[in-house]
């Protein structure tokens, strides 16, 4: 079984700062990782994900992840974020291969607030 | 091209009450998986529907069951209404059943049992 634990409920920010979104993971197999945005009153929208190669990651919107598998971790980061960035961000894993059918396991999600 | 759509936006229920949620996957997808999300919560993972069988199913009682229809759309009942069962209910299909594959999530549908 897998778990996703991200460490940060909120995060407030300046608007134009860079932003840090923690999450780390635990797993007996190896795994996909993933970052999904929602905003209010809608639903999940990929920003990112990892399944091989290169460990930085580079999605939309800006966004960027590092996956460092000594760590288990999956942090995603922005150099620079606007007020339209204001939403929830959940990182997700999935088994690789077997019979995961690409069941994903969500954290609890992180609650971006950028201010003017 | 449409993406994730499901049907209704908003629902409201009585305990004990049964309800039945429906999606319709973004065009060329053949999977459909459920998930439900409480407030405040990550979304969790319900069950995923290919070729018409249920593939794999997460923590959820039997009161939770779906279905899906040859044109691919999928329907999530759930029976005897618990006051817990309110939540967010998500849809998200993809093409195939690998775990790297993206899934496009619909708006979901907001179930409230009173």
């Known amino acids: 079984a897998q778990s996703v634990t991200q460490l940060d409920s909120q995060v407030p920010v300046f608007e134009e700062a860079p932003v840090e979104l923690r999450c780390n993971y635990s797993s007996s197999v190896s795994v996909y990782l993933f970052w999904y945005v929602q905003y209010p009153n809608q639903g999940l929208q990929l920003l990112l994900k990892y399944l091989s190669g290169s460990t930085l990651v580079k999605g939309i919107n800006g966004f960027e992840a590092e996956f460092n598998k000594s760590q288990t971790s999956f942090h995603l980061r922005k150099p620079s974020v606007h007020i339209s960035d204001t939403a929830e961000y959940f990182c997700a894993v999935s088994e690789t291969g077997g019979t995961s059918y690409g069941k994903l396991t969500f954290g609890q999600g992180t609650i971006l607030t950028v201010h003017p | 091209d449409a993406g994730v759509t499901q049907s209704p936006t908003h629902l409201i229920k009585t305990r004990g009450q049964q309800v039945t949620l429906r999606c319709s996957p973004k065009s060329g997808h053949d999977t459909v998986s459920w998930y439900q999300q409480a407030l405040g919560q990550g979304p969790q993972f319900i069950f995923q529907?290919?070729?018409?069988?249920?593939?794999q199913r997460g923590n959820f009682p039997d009161r939770f069951s779906g279905h899906q229809f040859p044109n691919y759309s999928s329907e999530l009942n759930v029976n005897a209404l618990l006051l817990g069962d309110s939540a967010l209910y998500l849809c998200?299909?993809?093409?195939?059943?690998?775990?790297?594959?993206?899934?496009?999530f619909g708006p979901g549908t907001r179930l409230t049992v009173t």
């Open positions: 529907y290919y070729e018409e069988e249920e593939r």
């Open positions: 998200a299909s993809s093409y195939g059943t690998g775990s790297g594959n993206e899934q496009y």
